[in-house]
C-alpha cells in the first residue's frame, strides 16, 4: 500500500473483490490493489505467485495507467476504468490474470475524484477533465457530451481547482444531478440536474452555509431509505425532499423564463 515519504493514495474503490487505490502524487499514473477478499494484504511478492495477491501497475503486465489517473470508476466486474487527466483508459480483467489495459477516449479524460455516476441501463455519466458533462457505454459506446443549451459555456467554465465535482443518479427523479463542492465554503454553490426524460437541464443554487462537501445515495428497503444525501460544509447531513416548503429554515427562491411569445399585435414579450 502506498504511504512512502507522507504521499498517500487519495481515490480508492472497491472492484472484483480488491481494494483499488490511486491518486498518490509522487507516483501520478500507478494503481494499487489489495489481494482478493482481503483488504489489509498488499504484499506484492509472496513467496507463492497466485492470481488472488496484491498487485500495482508497476509490477504487473497491464502496466502503469499511461495517463495522471484523476479517478477511479468501477464500472463491472470485468471493467475498471481509469479517468485520467487528458485521456480514459479500461482494465479489462482482473490483472494478475491477463487483464490489459485500453485506451477508450482521448477526446477527454476526467476530473478528480467521483466526477461520476451509472444510470440502470448501464449508461456512465461524467465531467469532463475540459468541462462539461458526458454519458458513454464502456465497451460500447464512446463519450458523447450532453448538451445542455444555455448552461454549455457554464458548465464548461467550471473552475476544477476550486471546485469537486459530485454526481449521483436518482431513480425517482429519473435523472443527473451534478454537484458543484467548492474547496472552501461559498454563499452560493451551484448544482445541476438532468432530467432524461424531457433532455433538459436546471440550475440549483443552494443557501449560504450549505455548500455541499460531500455526496452519496443511501439504498433502503423503506421509500424514505432511498435518497440523496448532502454532507455540508456546515456540518450538517441533508437529503433532498419533493414536498418540504423551505431549505432547512431558509426561503426557496424559485423563477422561470417564459418566452418569447406573441400576443397578437403587441410582439413578443418575455415573462419572468
Not at 482494465?91 to 444510470?119: E, F, N, Q, Y
Not at 463542492?181 to 443557501?207: E, I, L, Q
Request: glycine residues 12%; aromatic residues 12%; proline residues 7%.
Amino acid at each position: 500500500m502506498p504511504t512512502d515519504s507522507g504521499h498517500y493514495a487519495k481515490l480508492i474503490a472497491n472492484w472484483r473483490g480488491r481494494i483499488v487505490l490511486s491518486g498518490v502524487k509522487s507516483d501520478p499514473t500507478n494503481w494499487y490493489m489489495s489481494a482478493y477478499g482481503n483488504p489489509l494484504d498488499w504484499d506484492y511478492f509472496p513467496s507463492v505467485t497466485v492470481e488472488t495477491q496484491a498487485v500495482a501497475g508497476n509490477n504487473s503486465s497491464a502496466g502503469r495507467n499511461p495517463d495522471i489517473i484523476n479517478s477511479i470508476v468501477p464500472y463491472s466486474d470485468d471493467l475498471l476504468l481509469f479517468g485520467g487527466d487528458k485521456t480514459i483508459w479500461q482494465m479489462t480483467g482482473d490483472p494478475m490474470s491477463g487483464g490489459r489495459l485500453d485506451k477508450v477516449s482521448g477526446g477527454t479524460g476526467m476530473a478528480w475524484g467521483r466526477p461520476w455516476a451509472i444510470a440502470p441501463n448501464g449508461s456512465l455519466f461524467f465531467f469532463g477533465s475540459r468541462g462539461g458533462v458526458f454519458s458513454m457505454v464502456p465497451s460500447d459506446q464512446g463519450p458523447q457530451q450532453l448538451g445542455a443549451g444555455s448552461l454549455d459555456y457554464e458548465l464548461a467554465n467550471i473552475d476544477l481547482y476550486e471546485n469537486q465535482i459530485f454526481m449521483e443518479w436518482s431513480n425517482r427523479e429519473q435523472g443527473l444531478y451534478v454537484f458543484v463542492c467548492p474547496n472552501s465554503p461559498v454563499d452560493s454553490p451551484s448544482s445541476y440536474f438532468w432530467d432524461s426524460r424531457s433532455n433538459a437541464w436546471w440550475k440549483d443554487t443552494f443557501p449560504q452555509g450549505m455548500a455541499p462537501s460531500f455526496v452519496t445515495t443511501i439504498d433502503g428497503d423503506r421509500p424514505d431509505d432511498r435518497e440523496i444525501l448532502i454532507g455540508a460544509c456546515n456540518g450538517g447531513v441533508y437529503s433532498l425532499s419533493e414536498s418540504t416548503g423551505d431549505d432547512d429554515g431558509t426561503e426557496i427562491s424559485s423563477h422561470a423564463f417564459i418566452g418569447p411569445i406573441t400576443t397578437g399585435t403587441e410582439g413578443l414579450v418575455a415573462i419572468d
